[in-house]
């Protein structure tokens, strides 16, 4: 029979980092502190999401792929690439050099919107698939490929990673709806996290669901002024 025991702070946010390097520790937390900062200046529809994520996504990059959590290192992979995309066509549609108009996604958008996360879905299967020859220096020899090896956090990456590929994409868009995948792949991403020994990023992702929320309401809010 299953028993739950509660982990206390400490396993939670201080046991885990005790086999870290203070490098390794520092980078998380400055990771954290310009992502933090990068949905804030999007919450306020400020060009500057885009720098100081940039920053947070290739920091994440590497601390993900030492984790071996490839769906979300992959993911800002694709974040830095979108970042720079986001960043141009904000600049072309801002209204200062700094703000930009936010709207609702059309059907179309949505159409890409399902199809991207679907893509997503079989492209990180996939890298999962080959896990082992990759964790095994690329070699065939003595590595068995498949799904066998992935835990609940591992799937929980798979699905996390197709939804914030396609929030990002509809944030790039300037689309309100960008928030909803935000909300709803912060909130999962927060046990996944603390399951990994990852308690400074599983805070993180608290404040970010409460911080996607607060932008859906505000983005929503500064629509509903325009007309």
């Known amino acids: 029979m299953f028993i739950f025991e509660p982990m206390n702070l400490y396993d939670l946010f201080v046991k885990p980092y005790e086999a870290y390097t203070h490098l390794q520790i520092f980078m998380e937390a400055c990771a954290t ?8 200046f999007s919450i306020k529809k400020n060009i500057w999401v885009y720098p100081t994520g940039i920053i947070s996504t290739l920091l994440y990059v590497y601390i993900l792929f030492t984790f071996g959590l490839l769906g979300d290192c992959m993911i800002n992979v694709y974040y830095t690439v979108m970042s720079i995309y986001g960043w141009i066509l904000w600049s072309k549609n ?29 492209l990180v299967t996939g ?6 020859y990759i964790d095994n220096g690329f070699s065939t020899q003595g590595a068995s490929l498949g799904l066998y090896h992935l835990d609940w956090a591992n799937w929980l990456d798979v699905v996390t990673t197709s939804i914030f590929l396609v929030g990002m994409w509809f944030m790039a868009k300037r689309r309100i709806e960008n928030w909803v995948f935000w909300i709803i792949g912060d909130f999962i991403c927060i046990p996944m996290m603390i399951y990994k020994g990852l308690g400074i990023t599983s805070v993180q992702y608290l404040v970010f669901t409460v911080m996607a929320i607060l932008g859906y309401i505000s983005w929503k809010k500064s629509l509903r002024n325009i007309y």
């Not at 502190?33 to 804030?40: A, D």
């Not at 930009?100 to 996360?117: C, D, M, N, P, T």
């Not at 890298?127 to 082992?132: E, I, R």
Request: net charge neutral; no cysteine; hydrophobic share 45%.
């Open 33 to 40: 502190v310009f992502g933090i900062l990068s949905v804030y």
């Open 94 to 122: 801002s209204e200062d050099q700094i703000h930009v108009h936010v709207s609702w996604a059309s059907q179309k958008e949505w159409r890409y919107g399902i199809l991207l996360f679907a893509l997503s879905l079989i």
């Open 127 to 132: 890298v999962y698939y080959y896990k082992p």
